[in-house]
T-cell receptor, first 114, second 110 residues
């Protein structure tokens, strides 16, 4: 089975540009999570969806960040405008039924904002 | 407040030696408990999980963890470490929304 697929794997862009990160969860999973990982702050939950509906976006840093899940097989995380402090590795994870089920992580997108 | 602590930022062990990584949590009730491992450039992979029942749980790659309610701890152990175990280890707790600890980086000396 294919795991969680994230694209791109690496993104380098200039400050002020729009950045879109993409995620395809594992087929059949009904929970999708977006995380950000940095050396300073560790692994932070940004937002998670259940059945394509955003449940908790309290971790989204500010209005420059937005996430959508138009269908069960696709989600995007958008940053507009991007800033150097947004540089991090962004992970997408999915799980079936949440709760006691483990999350399956993609390999992440390494984002560098110059 | 809900939180997860991993007191050891970095641990170095010799290959073949035993390993214990510590995890303590603060939560309203006994949450679901997980250990994940992250190799460089990759996402996190589940090692093991605890929900209820036997407090000693077995995971993949020869790892085990013991849940101690009285200490709010869920320590990860391995009797004999292999060089390939060098990675970052994360303890996590919660329900739908899981809180991850800061991680412990493991180095293995040949």
């Amino acid at each position: 089975d294919a795991g969680v697929i994230q694209s791109p794997r690496h993104e380098v862009t200039e400050m002020g540009q729009e950045v879109t990160l993409r995620c395809k969860p594992i087929s059949g999973h009904d929970y999708l999570f977006w995380y950000r990982q940095t050396m300073m702050r560790g692994l932070e939950l940004l937002i998670y969806f259940n059945n394509n509906v955003p449940i908790d976006d309290s971790g989204m840093p500010e209005d420059r960040f937005s996430a959508k899940m138009p269908n069960a097989s696709f989600s995007t995380l958008k940053i507009q405008p991007s800033e150097p402090r947004d540089s991090a590795v962004y992970f997408c994870a999915s799980s079936f039924q949440g709760g006691n089920q483990p999350q399956h992580f993609g390999d992440g997108t390494r984002l560098s904002i110059l | 407040a809900q939180s997860v602590t991993q007191p050891d930022i970095h641990i170095t062990v010799s290959e073949g030696a035993s390993l214990e990584l510590r995890c303590n949590y603060s939560y309203g009730a006994t949450p679901y408990l997980f250990w994940y491992v992250q190799s460089p450039g990759q996402g996190l992979q589940l090692l093991l999980k605890y929900f209820s029942g036997d407090t000693l749980v077995q995971g993949i790659k020869g790892f085990e963890a013991e849940f101690k309610r009285s200490q709010s701890s869920f320590n990860l152990r391995k009797p004999s470490v292999h060089w390939s175990d060098a990675a970052e280890y994360f303890c996590a707790v919660g329900y739908d929304k899981v809180i991850f600890g800061p991680g412990t980086s493991l180095s293995v000396i040949p």
